[in-house]
Antibody, heavy 114, light 108 residues
Framework: QVQLQESGPGLVKPSETLSLTCTVS????????WTWIRQPPGKGLEWIGY???????NYNPSLQSRVTISLDTSKNQISLKLSSVTAADTAVYYC????????WGQGTPVTVSS | EIVLTQSPGTLSLSPGERATLSCRAS???????LAWYQQKPGQAPRRLIY???SSDTGIPDRFSGSGSGTDFTLTISRLEPEDFAVYYC?????????FGRGTKLEIK
């Protein structure tokens, strides 16, 4: 059974960089697409982007200048970095397997506030 | 960018009734690459349907997806108490992948 667990700071200051890690257990991250999605409080889902194990990426144009998704195959982890954050980046952040997510992490809440 | 419009925003029904949820795209979804997800409070979404009509493993057969082009439908044939949740559609035919705003299915 594949399991995903997001981790990272729950509070980030405005203008700083949000950094999250997703640790995958039960399967290797090699051979799959890995996606990040976020959900602002009380709102719907927003697709952030995905990466393929081979290194290719595809980002939401609305975030492209600020976002980086990468893999660490030695640790079986996927990372998300979002720079220059503002309050609008406050959300629950989910990592998920596949371009059309079938397995999801439980999500980690991130608040952007000074 | 493809905009997905879900209707209704809220659907009030009773257990045992049939639910029909709509997802309309602003332009044709390539290869009918449309998925449906269910989300309950405090939980991550769960994928129900992909490819517009293919059901995921373990999803009860009362859930079915249909449609093509710009009009898609999720049907729940007979509502069970555990089906009351928010449902989202997502297109993955063209980038950026986009979600609808969701339909909240509530108990009447």
């Amino acid at each position: 059974q594949v399991q995903l667990q997001e981790s990272g700071p729950g509070l980030v200051k405005p203008s700083e960089t949000l950094s999250l890690t997703c640790t995958v257990s039960g399967d290797s991250i090699s051979g799959y697409y890995w996606t990040w999605i976020r959900q602002p409080p009380g709102k719907g889902l927003e697709w952030i982007g995905y990466t393929l194990y081979s290194g290719g990426t595809n980002y939401n144009p609305s975030l492209q200048s600020r976002v980086t998704i990468s893999l660490d195959t030695s640790k079986n982890q996927i990372s998300l970095k979002l720079s220059s954050v503002t309050a609008a980046d406050t959300a629950v952040y989910y990592c998920a397997r596949s371009r059309v997510p079938d397995y999801w992490g439980q999500g980690t809440p991130v608040t952007v506030s000074s | 960018e493809i905009v997905l419009t879900q209707s209704p925003g809220t659907l009030s029904l009773s257990p045992g009734e049939r639910a029909t949820l709509s997802c309309r795209a602003s332009q044709s979804v390539s290869n009918n690459h449309l998925a449906w997800y269910q989300q309950k409070p405090g939980q991550a979404p769960r994928r129900l349907i992909y490819g517009a009509s293919s059901s995921d493993t373990g999803i009860p057969d009362r859930f079915s997806g249909s449609g093509s082009g710009t009009d898609f439908t999720l049907t729940i044939s007979r509502l069970e108490p555990e089906d009351f949740a928010v449902y989202y559609c997502q297109q993955y035919g063209s980038s950026p992948y986009t979600f609808g705003r969701g339909t909240k299915l509530e108990i009447k």
